[in-house]
């Protein structure tokens, strides 16, 4: 059988992920499994809102330049302190948890997250 949440404890958690993010969180992108980070772009200093059983995060658009060469496929979002909020993020142009407009980087091309990254509480 399913585990089912109120709609009140869904936004109280996704909350206690965005105080645990913290001021000066990131949103690290990679290659598949993390292997390699190609970008990190900094969070808002209140990283998002949490409405019903949805997180979206600050300020999208943004525009980093690749840190790295190579295909973006995963995200992450961690503290200024490196320590991971969350994991297991799909990068890609349509589809996934986080849209970019481009998945294939080298170094110093610009990279820009188009679409506000939401993340769902089931």
Same mark, same amino acid.
């Given at each position: 059988?399913?585990?089912?949440?109120?709609?009140?404890?869904?936004?109280?958690?996704?909350?206690?992920?965005?105080?645990?993010?913290?001021?000066?969180?990131?949103?690290?992108? *990679? &290659?598949?499994?993390? @292997? =390699?980070?190609?970008?990190?772009?900094?969070? $808002? #200093?209140?990283?998002? !809102?949490?409405? +019903?059983?949805?997180?979206?995060?600050?300020?999208?658009?943004?525009?980093?330049?690749?840190? *790295? &060469?190579?295909?973006? @496929? =995963?995200?992450?979002?961690?503290?200024?302190? $490196? #320590?991971?909020?969350? !994991?297991?993020? +799909?990068?890609?142009?349509?589809?996934?948890?986080?849209?970019?407009?481009?998945?294939?980087?080298? &170094?110093?091309?610009?990279?820009?997250?188009?679409?506000?990254?939401?993340?769902?509480?089931?």
């Amino acid at each position: 059988m399913s585990v089912t949440y109120a709609t009140a404890t869904k936004t109280g958690r996704l909350n206690a992920v965005i105080t645990a993010i913290g001021a000066s969180g990131k949103l690290e992108l *990679g &290659t598949a499994g993390m @292997a =390699a980070v190609l970008a990190t772009i900094t969070l $808002d #200093a209140t990283a998002g !809102t949490a409405t +019903t059983n949805v997180l979206s995060l600050s300020g999208f658009p943004k525009t980093v330049a690749a840190s *790295g &060469t190579g295909t973006l @496929a =995963a995200a992450r979002i961690r503290t200024s302190a $490196d #320590a991971d909020v969350i !994991t297991g993020l +799909t990068v890609g142009t349509s589809g996934t948890d986080i849209i970019v407009d481009n998945t294939s980087l080298v &170094t110093g091309q610009n990279v820009t997250v188009n679409a506000t990254p939401t993340i769902t509480h089931n």
